[in-house]
């Protein structure tokens, strides 16, 4: 589904309305979004973005905003990269035993090809952030409910591990949070028209598709057209 974004500072400001939750700082509420955010995990938290990187001695740093890697590919053919299996794809070049095909390995904040120099694209998902650095939140109110629990949620129990919160209490906040939680994700996770149609296409193919990965899955969502010969 199609997002608009604003800024966590008007997130904060919904969730300090509650009493309990006016004194937690701003770099807390951050931490917060970012772990619910990769908790969660629903690919509409997230932007998706693409860039080209230049590879060298077999190695290039990751954009600075990659959380996750979707998809990279050789910039030059055009032609999808696979995740490498060689259990030794770190070794010195001298040892290197090259592969038929192009592949990649992810490390740290870089990632390792299997040729030496080169030039990549990379397309990958991608918390933005707004002119004062702060991350950008899909602008949508089932995600601001259960962003709000789930700051409660941590909130709470570590005044309840301080003794200084009844346990009932704690009990409704972590109920609160399991239906918002549930909401935003099936918020998140709905199809709209377009979507649904390059989905259905997909699943009614009747002919193998071996090649998408390779081709970056552009024609995977097309509508199969059997020619009948008379």
């Not at 309305?17 to 629903?42: K, N």
């Not at 390059?198 to 081709?215: A, V």
Request: proline share 3%.
């Amino acid at each position: 589904m199609a997002q608009t974004y604003t800024s966590l500072k008007v997130v904060v400001d919904k969730i300090k309305r509650h009493p309990l939750l006016q004194d937690i700082p701003f770099e807390t509420i951050i931490d917060y979004t970012v772990d619910f955010m990769r908790i969660v995990g629903v690919p509409g938290l997230f932007l998706d973005q693409t860039t080209l990187l230049t590879i060298s001695n077999y190695r290039a740093s990751l954009p600075t905003d990659w959380i996750e890697m979707i998809q990279v590919r050789d910039a030059e053919t055009k032609i999808g990269m696979r995740y490498t299996t060689d259990t030794f794809h770190l070794s010195k070049e001298e040892t290197k035993v090259q592969s038929s095909e192009p592949t990649y390995f992810i490390q740290g904040n870089r990632i390792y090809t299997s040729f030496k120099e080169g030039e990549i694209e990379i397309a990958y998902r991608a918390i933005d952030i707004d002119e004062d650095g702060y991350p950008l939140v899909a602008d949508n109110p089932k995600l601001f409910r259960a962003l709000e629990s789930y700051v409660k949620l941590q909130n709470f129990t570590q005044r309840f591990d301080m003794g200084k919160l009844r346990g009932d209490i704690l009990q409704q906040a972590q109920q609160d949070y399991a239906f918002n939680v549930g909401a935003c994700e099936t918020e998140f996770l709905k199809l709209d028209l377009g979507k649904a149609e390059s989905l259905f296409n997909s699943l009614k193919s009747l002919l193998p598709r071996d090649h998408e990965f390779s081709k970056n899955f552009v024609n995977t969502g097309n509508k199969e057209y059997l020619k009948i010969h008379r």
